[in-house]
């Protein structure tokens, strides 16, 4: 590729694209599962016994199928996507090829390969990771708080079906929201935990070669890593693509005060 092409080549969003497609499948699903099961403590009374019966095998089924496409896309998908977004900020950092696909003007810093270049990209990994999370949590606080007023009132109109109502609350809400809005929550607090520490380390502008600096920066990737891993969460697309030209500039911003540029050269 030619230096002197400015135009940004990312072939790792390929291993993101068909996630965004089954996430938006379990989006519909789960919606269309919170609107069923509304209505199934009071289905007998609305379609009958025999179609309260169609009814939750319906949602049974709806159920089942959002399960089986969340855990495709948790337990494959998702990890193997990250495998090769981490091959790619590893080849960035370093100079090497460890994989086949290639990116071009990915990670925005002036550092050439080196264990300091890593510390920036992930640094700027975790800049865009708590910004994007953040904005993200925003509905998502909203829509627990929708959520549970929904349910009071559901609760508190008189039936006799309180055992299923018990039983779709634990099954929809404890784990499709409460559990994603946890780990969304800690998502964000550990990424932006990681860029206060590495904005620290680089405002030391201590030498980069000494082993304290090394393992600073190593133990900033691991973390980083391991935060996406057990978080399991694909940060949204729409979210980035609104926030980007803004937190660019911010980033730009970043780098300039802490003066960071290869001083090697």
């Known amino acids: 590729m030619n230096d002197t092409d400015t135009t940004k080549v990312d072939e790792i969003s390929q291993y993101y694209a ?4 089954i996430g938006s499948i379990i989006n519909r699903l789960f919606w269309t599962n919170v609107a069923l099961s509304f209505v199934m403590p009071y289905s007998t009374l609305i379609l009958g016994k025999s179609g309260s019966g169609v009814l939750r095998a319906i949602f049974l089924v709806l159920v089942l199928i959002q399960f089986a496409l969340s855990q495709a896309s948790s337990l494959y998908l998702l990890p ?17 090829a460890l994989s086949l696909d290639r990116t071009f003007l990915y990670y925005n810093n002036e550092y050439s390969p080196s264990v300091q270049r890593l ?5 700027e990994n975790a800049f865009f990771s708590h910004k ?26 008189p039936h006799d ?12 809400f404890s784990q499709n929201i409460i559990g994603e809005w946890l780990r969304l929550e800690i998502l964000r607090s550990r990424s932006e935990h990681i860029f206060n520490e590495l904005h620290s380390h680089f405002l030391r502008k201590s030498d980069q070669d000494t082993s304290d600096a090394i393992a ?15 978080a399991g969460i694909l940060l949204s697309k729409t979210d980035f693509d609104k926030l980007n030209p803004t937190l660019k500039k911010e980033w730009e ?13």
């Open 18 to 21: 068909p996630i965004e497609k």
């Open 80 to 96: 193997r996507a990250e495998q090769k977004r981490r091959k790619q900020l590893l080849s960035d950092s370093f100079g090497v």
């Open 119 to 123: 510390g920036a990209n992930t640094m």
């Open 132 to 157: 994007i999370a953040a904005r993200m949590l925003n509905r998502k606080r909203i829509i627990i708080l929708v959520y549970l007023v929904a349910w009071i009132l559901v609760f508190s109109i």
């Open 161 to 172: 079906n309180l055992e299923l109502l018990t039983w779709i609350t634990l099954l929809v």
């Open 216 to 230: 600073t920066v190593l133990d900033a990737f691991v973390e980083y890593e391991a935060a996406k891993s057990s």
């Open 253 to 265: 911003q970043i780098c300039q005060k802490l003066n960071m540029k290869d001083n090697t050269n």
